[in-house]
């Protein structure tokens, strides 16, 4: 079965909406204007109030209530409010518990959010690209999204049979997906985004997060691959046997990273934790 014939199959995952989709598109084309976007989320009633509801939680500890989009962006930075868009965006996608992968509720959201983190943070330090990190904080935050369409089509023999392949023949996840299935997340989530009309950048990262695209430059998926290792090395791991990831050290050069830039990485995500509690609850 290829990635087309399982969305077809299973039951269908509800788009994120329209003010979204725009948002991402705008964010794809690299150029996106801060008050055109504050205009989209301004439209969107429920999106508003999402926004400022997190603005207001204890994790950001603001001295003075924010009642405005516009007081938000003030306070709180264009980056930051982009950011908190985009999670309440597909906070609800991501959220659930997923069967076919043994996820409970809130984990897989949970890795999502660090590795949206992270990804961002790779941007902002790594020498040999030039993406935007509001870009690469969506980008991992949909990575996985694609589990969220497969783990319907994962019976139990199946979610047997993939985790016989990892225990016994050491394959990574995805190569056991691939194997038993006949396609896998990356590739799911590929074909997915691309039917919500998202832009080229980010299908091309959620497409190659485990196998990024390094030639002639590093690609986005390069950022997000980092982003989710080191996701994984704290812990933020979601299902059983999501240990099963393998880490390509070409990537890491790639990006012009050093063992200095990862140990901060890591040690970064622990600032992060306390916004990412926040977006769970
Ligand atoms: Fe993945
Ligand atoms: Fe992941």
Redesign the pocket.
């Given at each position: 079965m290829n990635a087309a014939e399982l969305i077809a199959k299973v039951p269908a995952l509800p788009p994120p909406s329209a003010s979204i989709i725009r948002l991402s598109q705008m964010l794809g084309s690299q150029n996106a204007d801060t008050h055109a976007i504050i205009e989209v989320v301004r439209q969107d009633g429920v999106m508003s109030a999402k926004l400022l509801g997190r603005c207001n939680s204890a994790a950001y500890a603001l001295r003075s209530p924010v009642n405005s989009i516009e007081h938000a962006v003030m306070v709180l930075g264009h980056r930051e409010i982009h950011n908190l868009v985009v999670s309440a965006g597909f906070g609800s996608l991501l959220n659930s518990a997923l069967s076919g992968y043994a996820i409970s509720e809130g984990d897989l959201w949970r890795h999502s959010l660090i590795t949206a983190h992270v990804a961002a943070a790779v941007c902002r330090i790594a020498k040999n690209i030039e993406i935007d990190p509001s870009v690469a904080y969506m980008a991992g935050l949909i990575?996985?999204i694609g589990?969220n369409v497969l783990s319907h089509a994962l019976d139990q023999d199946m979610q047997t049979a993939i985790h016989e392949l990892i225990q016994r023949q050491k394959y990574t996840?995805?190569e056991a997906e691939a194997q038993i299935v006949g396609t896998d997340?990356?590739a799911v989530g590929k074909t997915l985004l691309h039917s919500w009309g998202l832009p080229e950048l980010l299908i091309e990262a959620v497409a190659n997060?485990?196998a990024p695209l390094l030639t002639p430059t590093p690609q986005l998926s390069a950022v997000v691959h980092v982003a989710?290792i080191i996701a994984h090395q704290v812990g933020a791991s979601p299902g059983r046997d999501s240990f099963a990831?393998r880490a390509n050290g070409d990537a890491v050069t790639a990006l012009g990273l050093g063992l200095n830039d990862i140990d901060f990485l890591i040690a970064s995500t622990a600032d992060d934790a306390q916004k990412v509690k926040a977006m769970i609850r």
């Open positions: 990575h996985d589990k996840f995805v997340h990356a997060h485990h989710d990831v």
